[in-house]
């Protein structure tokens, strides 16, 4: 992620992963992975040597918090987006670095093992909803029809919306509602385009008819990154 470009600039990301910004920085000026693989390195065994202990424990609150609240999330959520579940099962890595991530062509998402037990609901449940609204959007238009990157910024805010609906908002109260989401996240730039999305949501047909709608929208956004 720091070798790419990344839609949290790279200050944002470095610092919610707790990382320096001067390794950061040597990190994404490599010409390749393995110009840093020392220096990665050093970062992951410092980082899992130090922590091992506390992975284990963070492991068991997850599947503890998660496990009273995960059939009336999946339920919900396959009913809004009127599909099945992309994947059969997804699997939640318990990271020492990433607050939250997903796998735009997977299954797999991660969370940090040290946010709150809010958090540790709220991340886990968006970055699942992303990874799966990306991936139905994408059954239906490819990458020549819609980049990645607009593809992403539709199912970030998408999974904003969904989980402000009052049948999963009261899971996580404390969080900003559809509308307001981004303009307090660590993805500013993508507050306005929320905006426009927000009506068609909310008056879509169903979720398909939300996507179509979605995309003439999309290719109009030019995303400038903080």
């Given amino acids: 992620m720091l ?10 990301r470095a610092a919610s992963m707790g990382i ?13 992975v393995a110009e840093v693989a020392d220096v990665i390195a050093k970062l992951v065994d410092e980082r899992y040597g130090r922590l091992a202990a506390s992975l284990g424990s963070a ?30 099962g997804y699997v ?3 990271s020492v670095f990433h607050p939250g991530i ?3 062509y997977g299954s797999k998402i991660a969370a940090r093992y040290d946010l709150s037990p809010k958090l540790k609901l709220r991340i886990v449940a968006h970055e699942i909803v992303l990874s799966h609204v990306f991936q ?5 238009y490819g990458r020549q029809q819609l980049d990645d990157q607009r593809l ?3 199912s970030e805010i998408s999974a904003a919306f969904i989980l402000g609906e009052p049948s999963l908002a009261s899971l996580w109260p404390e969080q900003a509602r559809p509308g307001e989401y981004f303009s307090h996240s660590n993805y500013p730039q993508l507050a306005s385009l929320e905006a426009e999305l927000l009506p068609l949501f909310s008056g879509r047909r169903d979720f398909g008819n939300y996507i179509d709608r979605s995309v003439p929208v999309l290719l109009r956004f ?4 903080p």
């Avoid at 320096?20 to 390749?32: C, L, P, S, W």
């Avoid at 998660?66 to 396959?78: A, C, G, H, M």
């Fill in 20 to 32: 320096t910004r001067d390794v950061a920085e040597r990190i994404h000026a490599a010409k390749d």
């Fill in 59 to 88: 492991r068991q609150e997850y599947t503890a918090l998660w496990q009273p609240i995960v059939e009336k999330f999946s339920k919900t959520v396959t009913s809004m987006t009127g599909h099945t579940w992309f994947h059969p």
């Fill in 152 to 154: 992403w910024a539709f």
């Fill in 3 to 12: 070798h790419h470009d990344d839609p949290a600039g790279l200050a944002s």
């Fill in 102 to 104: 997903s796998d735009w």
């Fill in 136 to 140: 139905l959007a994408r059954a239906s």
């Fill in 92 to 94: 939640c890595v318990v």
């Fill in 222 to 225: 030019q995303q400038t990154r």
